[in-house]
């Protein structure tokens, strides 16, 4: 006997609205009963994490780790057999087709769903025919999911890298069913890679964020007299002071909304800026710009945040002049983008996305290296090169996939937000109090039940929006797509090259789900 999936032309990866078919082909040797033979369509995030000794009475659970399993995505489709009555399948080759289109969002947040589909307690389910629901097959238990904290969102991109911590695996499994009480039934299984659509991109406003830094260099005066065997040169400069130091403010400026696409190029700008007049020249020599990952693991109450680190353009030996010397105060230099229009994102960067369990988020570091003076004409200038290096850092980046949703899709979406905005702009203008001013909502507890932290305060470097400190809270869902207006649309025709870590057939690396908080 053997099993196997055959899908029909299978592209690179799978993005929502895709329609996925194919066809299960069974090889006997002799003949089988068969009962049924189902069909599924998985998508699973899980997460694991160790238990601090100090916390282990908190959980009721064996071993040193606690795990959680959300189903992101359940689709069944039985094959066979198609009027219920099952047959003696006799030695050869079977095949049984199969299609399912991928949804938008997840189905874990959705509790009337959860409950038509898989059933609770064992009772319900597709089919609603007792507890082996339809045809005698059995469905997952959707009680466990219930018990969870979920979130609406767009089906997440598939994820692997994180061993024993975190993953999210999208596969398609077969499961043949056979009568009798010592017959073990048969399974196969399919991984697929999964990249979802974008979400809506925001109207250009034609704004900037930006993180800026000023500087100035430390004023410094000539090489002393120094001693040679004929006595001691006097210096250069007789009067014994030093030319003025120059002193320049460097911004990052991104589009705002900071948006950046998997696989193309980061759009910044890099701007240099004379604070004082001054006569002495500055030197861009090195530029390194990093794009740092951020990915939020959470087990009930338990979490952890993992950082991943790509570098986008890394450049040394530079001698690239900030302006001209002859400049006068408040000149702005833009720094030439070639260092980094060609250099696109690496192809293991996935889209940011927020599903139950886990968060991606990233951030953009920019590193300057400036130097007053060239390494190598200081000595015969009679002073020595000023080497100052200059973080920049802008918290909030989002990286979309760079599939476009559908014209119809992308219309109906931006529709729902204008009428929502519209109400809640209404309701704002209702509940202004007889004083002119709006009453403050209480804070809004987290999904965990802790309160919500007030914004903390900015540092004066940056703008209110891109602070240091003000990393973008998770505690609202991204906005997600309407599952019904969906159901009429293809999938999009035009997809970029995949991106992102996913070893889809590869052995799953998590724990065991012994005392998980989900099947």
């Known amino acids: 006997m053997s099993i196997r999936i055959a899908l029909d032309k299978p592209p690179e990866f799978y993005t929502n609205l895709d329609f996925i078919s194919g066809r299960v082909i ?71 087709k199969f299609s399912f289109k991928v949804p938008l969002n997840n189905i874990c947040h959705d509790a009337r769903a959860i409950s038509n589909i898989m059933g609770v307690g064992g009772v319900g389910g597709v089919g609603s025919a007792g507890i082996l629901g339809r045809g005698g097959f059995r469905t997952m238990d959707g009680a466990k999911q219930l018990m969870l904290a979920h979130v609406k969102s767009t089906l997440p991109p598939s994820l692997t890298g994180f061993p024993q911590e975190a993953e999210i695996r999208y596969y398609i499994k077969v499961t043949i069913q056979r009568p009798g009480i010592f017959k073990e039934n048969w399974r196969y299984q399919l991984g697929l890679k999964f990249l979802p659509i974008e ?20 004023p410094r005066t000539p090489l002393s007299a120094r001693r040679s065997f004929f006595g001691t040169k006097p210096p250069n400069n007789p009067t014994g002071m030093g030319p003025t130091p120059p002193s320049v403010e460097m911004s990052a400026r991104l589009p705002f909304p900071s948006i950046l696409t998997c696989n193309q190029p980061v759009p910044l700008r890099l701007i240099a800026k004379k604070l004082v007049q001054s006569q002495e020249q500055v030197h861009l020599t090195a530029l390194e710009i990093a794009l740092v990952g951020y990915t939020h693991v959470r087990v009930a109450n338990l979490e952890k945040v993992e950082q991943t680190r790509w570098i986008v353009v890394s450049a040394l030996n530079l001698s690239i002049a900030l302006g001209s010397s002859a400049h006068p105060a408040d000149t702005e230099f833009e720094v030439p983008n070639t260092l ?85 702009s209404a309701n704002a203008t209702s509940n202004v109090t007889g004083n002119g001013s709006t009453p403050r909502p209480p804070p809004r507890p987290s999904a965990n039940g802790r309160p919500s932290i007030p914004p903390r305060p900015s540092d004066p470097l940056y703008p209110p929006q891109l602070g240091p400190d003000n990393v973008p809270g998770y505690d609202d869902a991204p906005p997600s797509y309407d599952e019904a207006m969906a159901e009429s649309l293809a999938g999009p025709q035009d997809r970029p090259a995949y991106s992102g870590v996913t070893a889809e057939n590869a052995p799953s690396t998590m724990p065991p789900e012994k005392g998980a908080r989900s099947l």
Not at 199 to 218: H, N
């Open 340 to 424: 980094w229009v060609a250099q696109r994102l690496p192809n293991t960067v996935a889209p940011s996305f927020r599903t139950c369990n886990l968060v991606r988020r990233y951030e953009l570091e920019i590193k300057l290296s400036l130097s007053w003076g060239l390494r190598g004409a200081g000595k015969s200038g009679g002073m020595l090169p000023q080497v100052i290096s200059l973080p920049l850092t802008m918290s909030k980046i989002e990286v979309f996939s760079g599939i476009k949703p559908p014209a119809q899709l992308l219309q109906s979406a931006t529709a729902t937000a204008a009428t929502t905005m519209a109400g809640t």
């Open 26 to 96: 069974i090889v006997l040797q002799r003949p089988e009963a068969i009962g049924n033979i189902i069909v599924k369509l998985e998508g699973e995030a899980r997460t694991a994490l160790t238990i601090q000794p100090e916390r282990r009475d908190d959980y009721n659970v064996p071993g040193n780790s606690v795990t959680e399993n959300h189903k992101i995505l359940y689709r069944v489709f039985q094959v066979y057999p198609d009027d219920s009555v099952a047959l003696l399948l006799q030695p050869g080759l079977h095949e049984f």
């Open 199 to 218: 979400p809506p991109r925001p109207d250009s406003q034609k704004q900037e964020a930006f993180a800026r830094r000023p500087f100035a260099f430390k």
